[in-house]
C-alpha cells in the first residue's frame, strides 16, 4: 500500500491545513496554538511531528497536507491500519520568526516540481533557537516536570492521553546545507532497519540525490551506519558534549527529545528523524573525517557569507549574492524533500508492522 506512487501525490496535491486547524493541544511561548489531528482506527500506532526547529519548514508543509489528505479521505485504507496522531507544527512561533524568508513557499507552491528555497534570502534571515532551547529536546523529564516548554508539555500531556505505546515515531526535521538526504534511526532497532535503508536509498537515487554520509564517532548520540544513516541524536549525549565544552548552563537545558519521549511510553517504538537539506553542497562526505575539509570549507564560506549578507554595504551584499549564484550550491526541490520524508515514514511503517 505504500510503495503505491501515486499516494504521495495525492498527499502532495492536497491544499494544507491551516494552522490553527485542529485540536487544540497547547499553546507556545507567545501563546500561539498548537494543534494535533487524530485519525484513523487501525492497529499500527503512528506518531508524526514536525517544525521543532523554528528554520526547517518541509516537515510542517508535509504533515499539513498529510492532515488534509486524511481529513478528506473518509475511509481510506490507510486509515484502517493505523491510527495516526500527527502535529504537523510544534513551534509556531519559530514559523513566524522565519517567515520573512519562508513566505509561505512551502504550502503553496510545494506541488512545483522545481520549487526551491532561495539561498541569499535564508542566509540573511534564517533563526534558530540556541542549543538546549530547540523543541525537539525540551520534552518533560517526568510527568512532574512543569519547567519546560509550554509548546512540550501541551504535546507531552496530548501524547500521554493515548494510553497505549505507539509503534512509530517519526520527527520530521532538515539541515540547511548537506551533499544530501540523511536519516536517523532508532538505535534500538539498528540492527533490524536493512529493508527501510533500501527503500530509502534507492529513492534518493531514483531521485538523483547522493546520500549525505559523515563520522562523528557518536557525538551528541550520532553513530554512523552507513552512507546516508546514522543513529539519531540523544539527549544524554547531548549533554556530554556540552559538559565536555565546560558549558554547564547549555547542558542542564537539555531534556528528552520527541523520539525518547515517545519510547518512554513502552513498548518497543522505532523512532526515527528526517534530515533534507534546504541546500546541497557537493563534495561533502567525500573524505568522511572528521574533519571532512570539503564540509569545512562550506562552513567557512556560509558563516562569512551570512556574515556580510546581515551587516554588510549594499556592494558586499551584491558581491555575496552573485558569489552564491556560482558557488556550486544546489537549492534542493521541496517536492523532493517531501517524497524523501514520506518514504521514511512508509518504510517506519512498513517495518514496525512487520515485526508485530
Same mark, same amino acid.
Given at each position: 500500500?505504500? +510503495? @503505491?506512487?501515486?499516494?504521495?501525490?495525492?498527499?502532495?496535491?492536497?491544499?494544507?491545513?491551516?494552522?490553527?486547524?485542529?485540536?487544540?493541544?497547547?499553546?507556545?511561548?507567545?501563546?500561539?496554538?498548537?494543534?494535533?489531528?487524530? &485519525?484513523?482506527? $487501525?492497529?499500527?500506532?503512528?506518531?508524526?511531528?514536525?517544525?521543532?526547529?523554528?528554520?526547517?519548514?518541509? /516537515?510542517?508543509?508535509?504533515?499539513?497536507?498529510?492532515?488534509?489528505?486524511?481529513?478528506?479521505?473518509?475511509?481510506?485504507?490507510?486509515?484502517? =491500519?493505523?491510527? *495516526?496522531?500527527?502535529?504537523?507544527?510544534?513551534?509556531? +512561533?519559530?514559523?513566524?520568526?522565519?517567515?520573512?524568508?519562508?513566505?509561505? %513557499? !512551502?504550502?503553496?507552491?510545494?506541488?512545483?516540481?522545481?520549487?526551491?528555497?532561495?539561498?541569499?534570502?535564508?542566509?540573511?534571515?534564517?533563526?534558530?533557537? %540556541?542549543?538546549?532551547?530547540?523543541?525537539?529536546?525540551? &520534552?518533560?523529564?517526568?510527568?512532574?516536570? =512543569?519547567?519546560?516548554?509550554?509548546?512540550?508539555?501541551?504535546?507531552?500531556? *496530548?501524547?500521554?492521553?493515548?494510553?497505549?505505546? &505507539? +509503534?512509530?515515531?517519526?520527527?520530521?526535521?532538515?539541515?540547511?546545507?548537506?551533499?544530501?538526504?540523511?536519516?536517523?534511526?532508532?538505535?534500538?532497532?539498528?540492527?533490524?532497519?536493512?529493508?527501510?535503508?533500501?527503500?530509502?536509498?534507492?529513492?534518493?537515487?531514483?531521485?538523483?540525490?547522493?546520500?549525505?554520509?559523515?563520522?562523528?564517532? $557518536?557525538?551528541?548520540?550520532?553513530?554512523?551506519?552507513?552512507? $546516508?544513516? #546514522?543513529? =539519531?541524536?540523544?539527549?544524554?549525549?547531548?549533554?556530554?558534549?556540552?559538559? #565536555?565544552?565546560? @558549558?554547564?548552563?547549555?547542558?542542564?537545558?537539555?531534556?528528552?527529545?520527541?523520539?525518547?519521549?515517545?519510547?518512554?511510553?513502552?513498548?518497543?517504538?522505532?523512532?526515527?528523524?528526517?534530515?533534507?537539506?534546504?541546500?546541497?553542497?557537493?563534495?561533502?562526505?567525500?573524505?568522511? $573525517?572528521?574533519?571532512?575539509?570539503?564540509?569545512? !570549507?562550506?562552513?567557512?564560506?556560509?558563516?562569512?557569507?551570512?556574515?556580510?549578507?546581515?551587516?554588510?554595504?549594499? @556592494?558586499?551584499?551584491?558581491?555575496?549574492?552573485?558569489?552564491?549564484?556560482?558557488? /556550486?550550491?544546489?537549492?534542493?526541490?521541496?517536492?523532493?524533500?517531501?517524497?524523501?520524508?514520506?518514504?521514511?515514514?512508509?518504510?517506519?511503517?512498513?517495518?514496525?508492522?512487520?515485526?508485530?
Amino acid at each position: 500500500m505504500f +510503495d @503505491d506512487s501515486s499516494l504521495i501525490a495525492e498527499i502532495l496535491a492536497s491544499a494544507p491545513v491551516s494552522t490553527d486547524e485542529g485540536v487544540e493541544i497547547g499553546r507556545s511561548r507567545e501563546g500561539r496554538k498548537i494543534c494535533g489531528f487524530i &485519525f484513523g482506527d $487501525g492497529p499500527i500506532r503512528v506518531s508524526l511531528i514536525a517544525g521543532c526547529h523554528s528554520d526547517e519548514p518541509i /516537515g510542517p508543509a508535509l504533515l499539513r497536507r498529510l492532515a488534509c489528505y486524511f481529513k478528506d479521505s473518509g475511509t481510506h485504507p490507510l486509515l484502517k =491500519r493505523c491510527e *495516526w496522531w500527527i502535529i504537523p507544527h510544534a513551534n509556531p +512561533d519559530g514559523e513566524v520568526a522565519n517567515h520573512i524568508w519562508e513566505q509561505g %513557499l !512551502a504550502g503553496s507552491l510545494a506541488g512545483a516540481t522545481g520549487a526551491a528555497y532561495d539561498p541569499v534570502a535564508f542566509l540573511t534571515h534564517m533563526m534558530r533557537e %540556541l542549543p538546549g532551547e530547540d523543541v525537539e529536546f525540551c &520534552f518533560p523529564r517526568d510527568v512532574n516536570d =512543569r519547567e519546560t516548554r509550554p509548546e512540550n508539555r501541551g504535546i507531552y500531556d *496530548w501524547w500521554r492521553s493515548a494510553g497505549l505505546p &505507539f +509503534d512509530v515515531h517519526a520527527s520530521l526535521h532538515g539541515m540547511a546545507m548537506s551533499a544530501g538526504p540523511f536519516f536517523l534511526l532508532d538505535a534500538a532497532w539498528a540492527d533490524r532497519c536493512a529493508p527501510l535503508k533500501v527503500r530509502c536509498a534507492t529513492e534518493a537515487q531514483r531521485l538523483g540525490y547522493t546520500l549525505h554520509d559523515v563520522e562523528r564517532h $557518536g557525538e551528541k548520540g550520532f553513530h554512523r551506519l552507513e552512507r $546516508g544513516f #546514522g543513529t =539519531r541524536p540523544d539527549s544524554e549525549a547531548m549533554r556530554e558534549h556540552f559538559l #565536555g565544552l565546560g @558549558d554547564k548552563v547549555t547542558a542542564d537545558r537539555f531534556r528528552p527529545s520527541s523520539m525518547e519521549t515517545v519510547r518512554s511510553f513502552g513498548g518497543d517504538c522505532l523512532t526515527v528523524v528526517s534530515e533534507m537539506p534546504l541546500f546541497i553542497t557537493p563534495g561533502v562526505g567525500e573524505t568522511l $573525517g572528521p574533519p571532512d575539509p570539503i564540509r569545512e !570549507a562550506w562552513l567557512e564560506r556560509r558563516n562569512r557569507w551570512v556574515s556580510l549578507l546581515r551587516s554588510g554595504t549594499d @556592494d558586499e551584499v551584491a558581491s555575496v549574492a552573485a558569489e552564491i549564484a556560482t558557488s /556550486g550550491l544546489q537549492p534542493m526541490p521541496i517536492r523532493d524533500q517531501m517524497v524523501l520524508q514520506w518514504t521514511l515514514v512508509a518504510a517506519a511503517i512498513d517495518l514496525a508492522a512487520g515485526q508485530r
